[in-house]
């Protein structure tokens, strides 16, 4: 029962905007979207979360639709070091009776010269 | 400096020696949870804890077992490994409450061979 849909795969030109979907479909009023990445086998890491509002940082942008039920993780200049596994999760957090935690296959993004 | 530590990084063992994989965060976070990774099929998680005491199922818990008795450590028990559990193994903790649990902070991975 997968929370989270995306494509297994993209590419992107170095440099271009590389624009990562996510369906989340039955996501619920109170959980968050977040993104993370996994380079090669390394631990995944944070990239950005959002409720309702478009958010930004230092690392990318996520842009969340009206309804919620889609996203987009948006890398605005990708560079070579930005190929990775990219994670969409949707979460509650622990003030709720669960927890777990669905991160599925990832979108593999491969960003070319 | 924050961060999640596993023990053994590394290990190869043989069918149905216990071992325990061990993960520890100073963050004080309430979260902490294990998840295996195998080619093609992403990050799976095993068990998690919401809080020292408190853990439960994740998608696929059989063959493990977990404790917390306190809320840095949360190791992971494979009481009799068998090849299926060879894997990638990560630990990964979180605050927990607000901004929808917070962002999952992991450990660099343990990689485990039963033979």
């Known amino acids: 029962d997968a929370k989270t849909t995306q494509p297994p795969s993209m590419d992107c030109a170095e440099g271009r905007a590389a624009n990562l979907p996510c369906n989340h479909s039955t996501i619920s009023g109170n959980e968050y979207v977040y993104w993370y990445r996994q380079i090669h086998s390394q631990g995944p890491q944070y990239i950005i979360h959002g409720l309702k509002n478009n958010e930004t940082n230092e690392m990318a942008s996520l842009i969340i639709t009206e309804d919620r039920k889609s996203s987009t993780l948006i890398l605005p200049h990708a560079t070579l070091r930005d190929t990775a596994v990219y994670y969409c999760?949707?979460?509650?957090?622990?003030?709720?009776?669960?927890?777990?935690?669905?991160f599925g296959t990832g979108t593999r993004l491969q960003v070319f010269p | 400096e924050a961060q999640v530590t596993q023990n053994p990084r590394y290990l190869i063992t043989v069918t149905g020696k216990k071992l325990t994989v061990t993960c520890s965060q100073n963050?004080?976070?309430?979260?902490m949870s294990w998840y295996r990774q195998d080619p093609g099929l992403g990050l799976r998680q095993i068990y998690y804890?919401?809080?020292?005491?408190?853990?439960d199922k994740g998608d696929v818990p059989e063959g493990y077992k977990v404790s917390r008795k306190e809320k840095r450590n949360f190791p992971l028990i494979l009481e009799s490994p068998s090849p299926n559990q060879t894997s990638l193994y990560f630990c990964?903790?979180?605050?927990?409450?607000?901004?929808?649990?917070?962002?999952?902070?992991f450990g660099e991975g343990s990689r485990l061979t039963v033979l």
């Open positions: 804890s919401m809080n020292v005491e408190v853990t």
């Open positions: 999760i949707v979460r509650v957090g622990v003030s709720y009776n669960t927890d777990k935690l669905i």
């Open positions: 963050m004080n976070h309430e979260y």
């Open positions: 990964a903790s979180s605050l927990g409450v607000g901004q929808g649990g917070g962002e999952l902070f």
